[in-house]
Protein backbone atom coordinates (compact mmCIF):
# COMPACT_ATOMS: atom_id res chain seq x y z
CA UNK A 1 0.00 0.00 0.00
CA UNK A 2 1.91 3.00 -0.85
CA UNK A 3 2.01 5.88 1.06
CA UNK A 4 2.03 9.48 -0.39
CA UNK A 5 3.98 10.42 -3.62
CA UNK A 6 5.41 13.46 -4.36
CA UNK A 7 7.83 13.78 -7.26
CA UNK A 8 10.17 15.27 -8.29
CA UNK A 9 12.35 15.33 -5.33
CA UNK A 10 14.48 18.01 -6.10
CA UNK A 11 13.56 20.43 -8.54
CA UNK A 12 16.04 23.23 -9.92
CA UNK A 13 14.91 26.05 -11.58
CA UNK A 14 16.17 29.43 -12.92
CA UNK A 15 14.13 32.95 -12.12
CA UNK A 16 11.64 33.47 -14.19
CA UNK A 17 10.75 29.72 -14.87
CA UNK A 18 7.84 27.48 -13.88
CA UNK A 19 8.04 24.53 -11.13
CA UNK A 20 5.20 22.25 -10.55
CA UNK A 21 5.15 19.73 -8.03
CA UNK A 22 2.66 16.79 -8.16
CA UNK A 23 1.51 14.91 -5.34
CA UNK A 24 -0.08 11.48 -5.63
CA UNK A 25 -2.26 10.99 -2.32
CA UNK A 26 -2.96 7.49 -1.02
CA UNK A 27 -4.88 5.02 -2.69
CA UNK A 28 -8.50 6.04 -0.82
CA UNK A 29 -7.67 9.59 0.11
CA UNK A 30 -9.67 12.18 -1.32
CA UNK A 31 -8.02 15.24 0.68
CA UNK A 32 -4.44 16.88 -0.10
CA UNK A 33 -2.98 19.63 1.88
CA UNK A 34 -0.17 21.28 0.43
CA UNK A 35 2.40 23.10 3.22
CA UNK A 36 5.94 24.99 3.18
CA UNK A 37 8.91 24.46 4.87
CA UNK A 38 11.64 26.68 5.09
CA UNK A 39 15.35 25.66 6.97
CA UNK A 40 15.01 24.99 10.59
CA UNK A 41 11.52 26.46 10.22
CA UNK A 42 8.01 24.97 10.69
CA UNK A 43 5.46 23.68 8.39
CA UNK A 44 3.52 26.57 6.39
CA UNK A 45 -0.29 25.83 5.34
CA UNK A 46 -0.48 26.51 1.53
CA UNK A 47 -3.91 25.25 0.61
CA UNK A 48 -6.18 22.14 1.00
CA UNK A 49 -7.99 20.54 -2.10
CA UNK A 50 -10.49 17.85 -2.70
CA UNK A 51 -11.04 16.52 -6.43
CA UNK A 52 -11.93 19.11 -7.90
CA UNK A 53 -12.17 22.04 -4.76
CA UNK A 54 -10.29 23.91 -3.81
CA UNK A 55 -11.38 24.21 0.17
CA UNK A 56 -9.26 26.17 1.49
CA UNK A 57 -6.46 28.49 0.18
CA UNK A 58 -5.84 30.82 2.85
CA UNK A 59 -2.26 29.97 3.10
CA UNK A 60 -1.51 30.57 -0.98
CA UNK A 61 0.46 33.71 -1.81
CA UNK A 62 -2.58 35.65 -4.47
CA UNK A 63 0.13 35.34 -7.09
CA UNK A 64 2.07 33.48 -9.39
CA UNK A 65 0.63 29.95 -6.85
CA UNK A 66 -1.96 27.68 -8.02
CA UNK A 67 -3.10 24.08 -6.95
CA UNK A 68 -5.47 21.99 -8.68
CA UNK A 69 -6.81 18.29 -7.40
CA UNK A 70 -8.22 16.81 -11.03
CA UNK A 71 -10.40 13.84 -10.90
CA UNK A 72 -7.72 11.93 -12.46
CA UNK A 73 -4.22 12.10 -11.67
CA UNK A 74 -2.30 13.89 -8.45
CA UNK A 75 -2.34 16.77 -7.46
CA UNK A 76 -0.24 19.49 -8.98
CA UNK A 77 1.21 22.73 -7.10
CA UNK A 78 2.14 25.08 -9.82
CA UNK A 79 4.53 28.27 -9.29
CA UNK A 80 4.77 30.63 -12.26
CA UNK A 81 7.85 32.85 -12.51
CA UNK A 82 9.96 31.48 -10.01
CA UNK A 83 11.86 33.36 -7.53
CA UNK A 84 14.57 33.06 -5.39
CA UNK A 85 12.16 33.47 -2.24
CA UNK A 86 9.93 30.06 -3.58
CA UNK A 87 13.20 28.27 -2.61
CA UNK A 88 11.61 25.88 -0.11
CA UNK A 89 10.64 22.48 0.60
CA UNK A 90 6.92 21.46 -0.20
CA UNK A 91 5.11 19.09 1.34
CA UNK A 92 1.89 17.33 0.43
CA UNK A 93 -0.36 15.41 2.45
CA UNK A 94 -3.64 13.38 2.16
CA UNK A 95 -6.18 12.18 4.70
CA UNK A 96 -9.26 9.77 3.98
CA UNK A 97 -12.48 10.96 3.27
CA UNK A 98 -14.78 12.24 5.46
CA UNK A 99 -14.76 15.48 8.05
CA UNK A 100 -10.70 15.94 7.76
CA UNK A 101 -10.14 15.50 11.26
CA UNK A 102 -7.81 12.79 11.32
CA UNK A 103 -4.17 12.10 10.96
CA UNK A 104 -2.45 13.54 8.10
CA UNK A 105 -0.20 11.36 5.85
CA UNK A 106 2.79 13.01 4.31
CA UNK A 107 5.10 12.56 1.32
CA UNK A 108 8.61 13.18 1.39
CA UNK A 109 8.08 16.41 -0.42
CA UNK A 110 10.00 18.02 -3.22
CA UNK A 111 13.15 20.31 -2.50
CA UNK A 112 12.53 23.59 -5.15
CA UNK A 113 15.81 25.14 -5.69
CA UNK A 114 15.94 28.60 -7.59
CA UNK A 115 18.76 29.42 -9.07
CA UNK B 1 10.79 42.19 1.36
CA UNK B 2 11.38 38.48 2.46
CA UNK B 3 10.05 37.62 6.64
CA UNK B 4 13.25 36.08 8.53
CA UNK B 5 12.37 32.96 10.24
CA UNK B 6 13.27 31.90 13.50
CA UNK B 7 15.37 29.32 14.10
CA UNK B 8 13.75 26.41 16.05
CA UNK B 9 14.08 26.16 19.73
CA UNK B 10 16.09 22.36 20.49
CA UNK B 11 16.28 20.41 23.23
CA UNK B 12 19.28 18.05 23.85
CA UNK B 13 19.16 14.90 26.25
CA UNK B 14 20.96 12.08 26.89
CA UNK B 15 20.43 8.84 25.96
CA UNK B 16 18.61 7.13 28.21
CA UNK B 17 16.66 10.11 29.92
CA UNK B 18 13.05 11.09 29.52
CA UNK B 19 12.11 14.14 27.24
CA UNK B 20 9.74 16.66 27.52
CA UNK B 21 8.88 18.98 24.26
CA UNK B 22 6.11 21.52 25.16
CA UNK B 23 4.00 23.56 22.54
CA UNK B 24 1.37 26.22 22.83
CA UNK B 25 -1.35 26.15 20.64
CA UNK B 26 -3.46 29.39 19.26
CA UNK B 27 -7.40 28.29 18.93
CA UNK B 28 -9.56 27.60 21.29
CA UNK B 29 -11.80 26.32 19.24
CA UNK B 30 -9.50 23.27 18.17
CA UNK B 31 -10.68 19.64 18.80
CA UNK B 32 -7.97 17.45 18.10
CA UNK B 33 -3.97 17.73 18.34
CA UNK B 34 -1.64 15.59 16.82
CA UNK B 35 2.21 15.21 17.32
CA UNK B 36 4.14 14.42 14.61
CA UNK B 37 8.13 13.77 14.28
CA UNK B 38 10.17 15.19 11.35
CA UNK B 39 13.87 13.23 10.83
CA UNK B 40 16.08 15.30 8.20
CA UNK B 41 15.38 15.05 4.62
CA UNK B 42 11.76 13.55 5.46
CA UNK B 43 8.24 14.85 5.67
CA UNK B 44 6.70 14.87 9.22
CA UNK B 45 4.91 11.23 10.61
CA UNK B 46 2.48 10.75 12.96
CA UNK B 47 3.31 9.98 16.52
CA UNK B 48 0.40 10.33 18.96
CA UNK B 49 -3.33 12.35 18.41
CA UNK B 50 -5.14 13.33 21.54
CA UNK B 51 -9.04 15.03 21.78
CA UNK B 52 -9.92 17.60 23.59
CA UNK B 53 -12.24 15.62 25.79
CA UNK B 54 -9.33 14.12 27.14
CA UNK B 55 -6.38 15.74 28.93
CA UNK B 56 -3.89 12.67 28.66
CA UNK B 57 -3.09 9.59 26.07
CA UNK B 58 -0.29 7.07 26.04
CA UNK B 59 1.50 5.27 23.28
CA UNK B 60 4.40 3.28 23.47
CA UNK B 61 7.02 5.29 25.04
CA UNK B 62 5.23 8.35 24.41
CA UNK B 63 2.72 10.25 26.24
CA UNK B 64 0.79 13.71 25.12
CA UNK B 65 -1.04 16.03 27.88
CA UNK B 66 -2.97 18.24 27.22
CA UNK B 67 -4.05 21.55 29.22
CA UNK B 68 -7.13 23.43 27.37
CA UNK B 69 -6.97 26.01 30.17
CA UNK B 70 -4.00 27.29 29.01
CA UNK B 71 -3.81 25.89 25.68
CA UNK B 72 -0.72 23.79 26.22
CA UNK B 73 0.15 20.60 24.72
CA UNK B 74 3.11 18.35 25.26
CA UNK B 75 4.79 15.46 24.49
CA UNK B 76 6.63 12.88 26.79
CA UNK B 77 9.21 10.13 25.66
CA UNK B 78 10.71 7.91 27.78
CA UNK B 79 14.08 6.56 27.76
CA UNK B 80 15.32 8.71 24.78
CA UNK B 81 17.19 6.80 22.16
CA UNK B 82 19.14 8.12 19.51
CA UNK B 83 16.68 7.65 16.82
CA UNK B 84 14.72 10.12 18.73
CA UNK B 85 16.92 12.55 17.12
CA UNK B 86 14.27 14.88 14.84
CA UNK B 87 11.95 17.92 14.76
CA UNK B 88 8.79 17.34 16.68
CA UNK B 89 5.78 19.40 15.44
CA UNK B 90 2.59 20.34 17.59
CA UNK B 91 -0.53 20.07 15.46
CA UNK B 92 -3.75 21.43 15.99
CA UNK B 93 -7.31 20.91 13.76
CA UNK B 94 -10.10 22.92 13.75
CA UNK B 95 -12.51 23.83 10.60
CA UNK B 96 -11.33 22.24 8.03
CA UNK B 97 -7.47 21.73 7.92
CA UNK B 98 -4.35 20.81 10.60
CA UNK B 99 -2.21 23.98 11.60
CA UNK B 100 1.30 22.98 12.59
CA UNK B 101 3.10 24.64 15.45
CA UNK B 102 6.90 25.93 15.07
CA UNK B 103 8.85 22.56 15.90
CA UNK B 104 11.27 21.54 18.70
CA UNK B 105 14.40 19.40 17.39
CA UNK B 106 15.29 16.87 19.77
CA UNK B 107 19.38 16.35 19.93
CA UNK B 108 19.71 12.92 21.73
CA UNK B 109 23.48 12.54 23.05
CA UNK B 110 24.75 9.04 23.24
Known amino acids: NAGVMQNPRHLVRRRGQEARLRCSPM?????VYWYRQLPEEGLKFMVYLQKENIIDESGMPKERFSAEFPKEGPSILRIQQVVRGDSAAYFC?????????????FGSGTQLSVL | GESVGLHLPTLSVQEGDNSIINCAYSNSASDYFIWYKQESGKGPQFIID?????DKRQGQRVTVLLNKTVKHLSLQIAATQPGDSAVYFC?????????FGAGTRLTVKP
Open chain 2, 50 to 54: IRSNM
Open chain 1, 27 to 31: KGHSH
Open chain 1, 93 to 105: ASSPPGRPEGKLF
Open chain 2, 91 to 99: AENSANDMR
